[in-house]
């Protein structure tokens, strides 16, 4: 059975930043007969709810950055990513809710430190760490079964 690590709120998992799901029926019909692995790196770090972030350019690094507080909060979500692939080996394919900042296959936004948009076809933290261990990811919109 083919395991899927898929973004816990497309499950109906209530770990977006406001505490509500996106949960998607016409995604987990198509999922149906597949070990699906739920994973939510900033409900895991910060709860929910919570502030929002953003994906920020700084000094030629993209950095997650808290909405409320400025801080940075890269380390936390990239640990989470690093410790659940290591955990879950035998993952063969990663589906990412689009645009999220953590989960985004190439759907997610990038801004400079002057808020302006710099791009809306960025890779989330978590979905880097998953394509840089060589695993087929997808957002959730384009997967096809």
Do not use: W
């Not at 972030?53 to 909405?67: C, P, R």
């Not at 400079?112 to 979905?127: H, I, P, R």
């Amino acid at each position: 059975m083919k395991k899927v690590a898929i973004s816990a709120c497309l499950t109906g998992k209530e770990c977006r930043y406001d505490a509500t799901d996106n949960f998607n029926a016409k995604l987990m019909a198509r999922l149906d007969g597949y070990e699906l692995i739920p994973f939510c790196p900033e409900d895991y770090a910060f709860g929910s709810p919570r502030p929002t972030m953003d994906l920020v350019e700084v000094e030629d690094e993209v950095k997650a950055i808290s909405n409320k507080t400025g801080a940075d909060l890269s380390v936390a979500v990239e640990g989470y990513a690093k410790q659940f692939f290591n955990t879950h080996t035998d993952i063969e394919l990663f589906i990412g809710k689009d645009r999220s900042p953590s989960c985004g296959v190439c759907s997610a936004k990038v801004y400079d430190t002057e808020k302006k948009l710099l791009t809306e076809q960025a890779v989330g933290l978590m979905a880097k760490e998953a394509i840089a261990r060589g695993i087929t990811s997808v957002d959730a919109e384009e997967f096809r079964g």
